[in-house]
């Protein structure tokens, strides 16, 4: 058996550098750069526009959830849900220690064509979805790669939907149910199995009231707790406020580095940056890897380009924003130059809370990471546990049964992941859910042409009507 283990973790291994290596990340961005220059670079020259009709929309009226589908924010609210996790603040920290302060210009540069990718992504899904018998509507990649490409392409549907279903019990539940459960040891010392279980507790209690429950649940969730890291973050900054032009020097200096990393063994500081500052972003705001579609084709809007709009900012607020506070806490923090690197901390998450605590008075920082990670990992369980339970639905023709045999085990998955079991699992998961990328991508290239028009039709309509 243990041989059978090693063989499994020696397969995945070499799959995994593929699924997250320079290949894929090139394939990744340089679909983002195709996607950029057919819409004209529509994230740019619309950027206003998009932020007006999102984020500033919040302020004004908003269209409902209306029978079995979610409003706009709601959508957008459960895609941020499942996009914004541990690893905006343990993932970071992590590529900061392996690519230094360099890899967070090249998060930024992913986000900059990541930003097109997503929204040519929902987009599509909004295209292509489709409504069964009780008016629920269902979409994503599965149905964007038939709808667009034909019937002779639905075995690409059918790898990225398998893969999504799969990806959603390792990444989008053993690891952040792992997360929380170290998180509420670390502040009130409960054994991890409990945690487990009232963790499932709660996800069942939203899950099994179905995408508007998911939905409604997420619209309070995440702006609560992206606007409370988002605070803390500021607050730690002005901290070092003055180090702060000198840690951005050091994110320029570092992205642009030859220098020989381990003799020039492993390559020269900038190639070391780029790849870790390009993974990280593409894991963190998951643009190309064709989850977030699947929430937003749920929402009651009916002009694909309106919904598209949320994924530019998705995109912006989780990797411009969110990521870069926990990058600044890193550098000003100087845990960077802790000897040992990352082996001197228990995790990636220890090391984040290690900078916090450096900043801020006695423990206090520790806790809000401890926090911040409880609220980013249970909205991640529940972002993708309707990503998973969409992907075994288009495997099973929406089978209800299918669907709620997939809630219940996702739920129970929960105290497996917070008991600490799993790890192998979890890497696999790393790897379906690098792999989820390919079909995706595949089919966004030749359809680039069809989100061009769109993108002119609905921008050509709204000077029609003398819009700004």
């Not at 619309?46 to 009226?61: A, P, Q, R």
């Not at 989780?318 to 995790?347: P, Y």
Request: glycine letters at 14%; a positive charge; proline letters at 3%.
């Amino acid at each position: 058996m243990e041989r059978f283990v090693q063989t499994v973790e020696s397969v995945n291994s070499a799959v995994n550098a593929f699924a997250w290596g320079p290949v894929m990340l090139v394939l990744l961005v340089g679909t983002g750069i195709y996607l950029s220059i057919r819409t004209r670079f529509v994230q740019v020259r619309k950027f206003g526009y998009i932020m007006k009709h999102t984020v500033g929309s919040l302020f004004t009226k908003q269209r409902q959830a209306g029978g079995k589908n979610l409003s706009p924010f709601q959508a957008v609210s459960t895609a941020l849900a499942g996009t914004v996790g541990t690893g905006n603040i343990a993932g970071v920290t992590g590529a900061l220690f392996a690519g230094g302060p360099g890899a967070v210009f090249w998060m930024w540069v992913s986000a900059f064509f990541g930003m097109c990718t997503k929204y040519a992504e929902i987009a599509l899904a909004m295209k292509h979805r489709q409504t069964d018998a009780k008016g629920e509507y269902h979409g994503g990649p599965m149905y964007y790669i038939l709808g667009g490409l034909g019937r002779g392409w639905k075995w690409l549907a059918v790898t990225f939907a398998l893969l999504g279903g799969l990806a959603s019990f390792g990444i989008g539940n053993i690891a952040q149910s792992s997360e929380i459960a170290g998180a509420v040891h670390g502040l009130v010392g409960l054994k991890p199995w409990i945690t487990g279980v009232i963790l499932a507790a709660v996800v069942a209690v939203v899950v099994l009231g179905g995408v508007k429950r998911i939905g409604a649940v997420t619209s309070y969730l995440v702006p609560f707790m992206g606007l409370l890291y988002i605070l803390v973050g500021f607050i730690l900054i002005c901290f070092r406020l003055p180090a702060v032009p000198g840690a951005f020097a050091e994110i320029f200096k570092g992205a642009f580095s030859l220098k020989a990393v381990g003799g020039g063994a492993f390559g020269c500081v900038m190639m070391q940056a780029m790849r870790q500052g390009v993974a990280r972003g593409v894991f963190s705001n998951e643009a190309g890897l064709g989850s977030a579609p699947i929430a937003h084709a749920a929402s009651n809007a009916e002009e694909p380009v309106q919904q598209a709009m949320w994924g530019v900012f998705e995109v912006f607020i989780d990797t411009v924003v969110i990521c870069t506070i926990t990058a600044l806490a890193v550098i000003l923090s100087g845990i960077l130059h802790t000897a040992g690197g990352m082996e001197a901390f228990a995790s990636k998450g220890a090391a984040a809370a290690g900078a916090f605590n450096a900043i801020l008075p006695g423990q206090l920082g520790g806790k809000l990471i401890e926090i911040s990670l409880i609220f980013f990992a249970l909205s991640t369980i529940l972002g993708w546990c309707y990503y998973g339970e969409a992907c075994f639905g288009f495997l099973s023709r929406n089978n209800a049964a299918v669907r709620m045999i997939y809630k219940i085990a996702f739920i129970l998955v929960c105290i497996v992941g917070a008991a600490g079991s799993g790890t192998l699992m979890w890497d696999i998961a790393d790897t379906l859910n690098g792999l989820m990328a390919l079909p995706n991508l595949i089919a966004l290239i030749p359809m680039a042409g069809a989100v061009a028009k769109m993108t002119d039709l609905y921008f050509g309509k709204e000077r029609g009507l003398g819009s700004k």
